[in-house]
């Protein structure tokens, strides 16, 4: 795997999950603003897992719903589970419900990752082309390098997976391939074993990488991320570094509990 530890990450201790759910809300429409300045839509990779439920709340609502337009928007996805997109543990269900539906998203403007299909494989493949094609970029298989996406969004797992990046699996390793098919732990630990996932190639173009992280249960394993030796084969969240992009952590103070020396600023 090439990608190093995450370099230089901005660390932003909240108060509580509300304030952390406001100060996604607040980049997303700055990001949003931005890439309609540039006369183009806004790209960004939705997070699955629960935390992300109250950022898309909050988008939904007003006073942000009012500030950014869904048709002005491509919204893509950093993984899915392989379930059918109307089942309980579908990320783009969880997606669907608490903020594409409410604020009434273009049908033309969600691009779901299909990992109800039996050939994982294949979608995975077709995901890149769907990539591709809404940044108006060379497809891979044409020699295309990955295309750079204003917003990504991730959590962190409590084993220190983002998106479906697990510790240890072949995805970490991969360097060519965007978005690849991928095993997690199988359940109980986690809610669906199969999974198609975005790779490390991609998350370092990303012109802006934001982890939503809450809970006391989640404080020793971001100290260990973020202030730990690194180790992105054990803790696959270290891998996200992107080249020229910023990564920020907006985490709470319960989830801030443990850290020591990463660069925290507070609000
Ligand atoms: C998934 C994820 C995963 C998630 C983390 C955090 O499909 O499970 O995308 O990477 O973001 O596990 O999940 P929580 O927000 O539920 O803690």
Aim: proline share 9%.
């Amino acid at each position: 795997m090439s990608a190093g530890r995450a370099s230089r990450p901005v660390v932003r201790r909240l108060a509580d999950a509300e304030t952390v759910a406001r100060a996604g809300a607040g980049e997303w429409v700055r990001l949003f603003r931005a890439a309609r300045a540039k006369g183009r839509r806004f790209r960004v990779a939705l997070a699955g897992g629960s935390t992300p439920r109250r950022l898309y709340g909050t988008l939904a609502a007003e006073p942000f719903a009012g500030m950014w337009e869904p048709a002005g928007v491509d919204f893509l996805f950093g993984d899915e589970r392989a379930v059918a997109p109307d089942a309980a543990e579908s990320n783009y269900r969880m997606a669907r419900e608490a903020l594409l539906d409410p604020v009434r998203a273009p049908a033309a403007r969600v691009h779901r990752m299909e990992a109800e299909r039996d050939d994982l494989d294949a979608a995975a493949r077709d995901y890149e082309a769907s990539l591709a094609r809404v940044c108006g970029t060379r497809p891979r298989d044409a020699g295309g390098p990955p295309p750079s996406l204003d917003l990504v969004l991730l959590g962190l797992g409590p084993d220190g997976h983002t998106a479906s990046l697990f510790p240890h699996a072949p995805a970490l390793r991969e360097s060519a391939r965007w978005v690849v098919a991928a095993d997690a732990p199988p359940p109980p630990l986690l809610p669906q074993a199969r999974r198609l996932t975005v790779t490390f190639p991609l998350l370092r173009r990303a012109a802006m990488v934001v982890f939503l992280v809450e809970g006391e249960s989640k404080a020793a394993r971001l100290a260990e991320v973020l202030d730990g030796p690194a180790d992105p084969e054990r803790l696959p969240a270290q891998g996200v570094a992107p080249v020229a992009g910023r990564l920020v952590w907006l985490v709470d103070r319960a989830a801030a509990s443990k850290l020591v020396h990463a660069p925290v600023v507070d609000g």
